[in-house]
C-alpha cells in the first residue's frame, strides 16, 4: 500500500487530530511511496531501526517517536544517527502516543484491560486516557500483583496491603502516576500505571488504595502490536514486532 493511505488510515482509526499530545502523530520521517512490510515497536531507539532495516521494514509504527515537546530541536548526536540511518535507508518512522493509549480497542489502555482480565467500565484523566472496571473475580492483591507479573514479565512494584481484596481497578498503561489521585477518586481499590513516585506511596497508604507499578515498557508493549497486526491483517502487509527489553 502507499506511505500515504497508511497515514491516512492511522489517523482515522486513531482520530489523532482529537489529541492535544506532547509530540506529532503519524508520520515523522518520510521514506519510500510503497509499504509491504511494517515493522512495529514501542521506541524507536537505535536497536530497534538496525534490527528492523535489517529485517526489510518499510516503515517503522512506535508509540515513542521522536521530536517531544520541549526536546532540543537540533538535530545532532543520537537524533542525527537515527534520523540520518531511516533516510539512508528510504525507510518511514510513524508514531502515535495518547491515541494509541486511547483507542477503545486497539489502545495500550484496552489491551492491557483485556490481558488482565478486567471489565471496562469507564474512562478518565487526560482525553479520557485512563480506565476503571472491574475484575471478573476478587483476587488478593498478593493475587492480582502475581498475575500482573506473569502476564507482563515483569515484578511489579506493589503498595498496600497483600491480602486486601481487589474488586475494582483503575489503570493506565505508562508514565501515568500523576492520574493517581484521579484514581481514588474512581472508589478504587487499585490502581495500575507503569511508573511509580515518591508522592504515590504516601497517598497509597493514607487513602487505603493500592499502587502497583508494572513497567512503563512493559505495560505500553501491547497496542503497537495490536496495531499491526490490524494493519497487517487489512492490508495485507507483513508484520513484525520488535521488542527491545527495557526495565523501567
Known amino acids: 500500500m502507499k506511505l500515504i493511505a497508511l497515514r491516512d488510515y492511522n489517523a482515522s482509526l486513531l482520530q489523532t487530530t482529537l489529541f492535544k499530545d506532547y509530540a506529532p502523530n503519524g508520520v515523522q520521517v ?5 509499504v509491504r512490510r511494517i515493522a512495529t515497536a514501542v521506541t524507536a531507539s537505535q536497536q530497534v531501526l538496525d534490527e528492523a532495516i535489517g529485517w526489510g521494514a518499510d516503515a517503522i509504527v512506535v ?3 521522536y521530536f517531544w515537546r520541549n526536546e532540543e530541536a537540533c538535530i545532532i548526536g543520537i537524533k542525527k544517527r537515527r534520523i540520518a540511518q531511516l533516510l539512508r535507508h528510504d525507510v518511514s518512522l510513524l508514531a502515535y502516543h495518547l ?3 486511547a483507542h477503545v480497542e486497539l489502545g495500550n489502555n484496552a489491551q492491557l484491560g483485556k490481558l488482565l482480565g478486567i471489565v471496562e467500565q469507564g474512562r478518565f484523566g487526560e482525553q479520557n486516557v485512563a480506565c476503571s472496571g472491574e475484575l471478573s ?3 488478593t492483591l498478593s493475587q492480582f500483583a ?3 507479573g506473569k502476564r507482563l514479565q515483569r515484578t511489579p512494584q506493589v503498595i498496600g496491603s497483600s491480602d486486601r481484596l481487589i474488586r475494582s481497578v483503575a489503570w493506565c498503561s505508562g508514565g501515568a502516576q500523576g492520574y493517581f ?3 481514588v477518586a474512581q472508589g478504587v481499590d487499585v490502581y ?3 511508573e511509580i513516585s ?3 506511596y504516601h497517598l497509597s497508604n493514607e487513602t487505603g488504595v493500592a499502587f502497583i507499578a508494572a513497567g512503563h515498557h512493559a505495560t505500553e508493549r501491547l497496542g503497537v502490536q495490536a496495531l499491526g497486526a490490524h494493519l497487517a491483517g487489512k492490508f495485507d502487509l507483513e508484520h513484525r514486532f520488535f521488542d527491545q527489553d527495557n526495565p523501567v
Open 30 to 34: 518520510e521514506g519510500r511511496a510503497e
Open 63 to 65: 508509540h515513542h517517536g
Open 99 to 101: 491515541p494509541l493509549d
Open 137 to 139: 473475580a476478587p483476587l
Open 146 to 148: 502475581q498475575q500482573v
Open 181 to 183: 489521585e484521579a484514581a
Open 192 to 194: 495500575l500505571t507503569g
Open 198 to 200: 515518591e508522592q504515590n
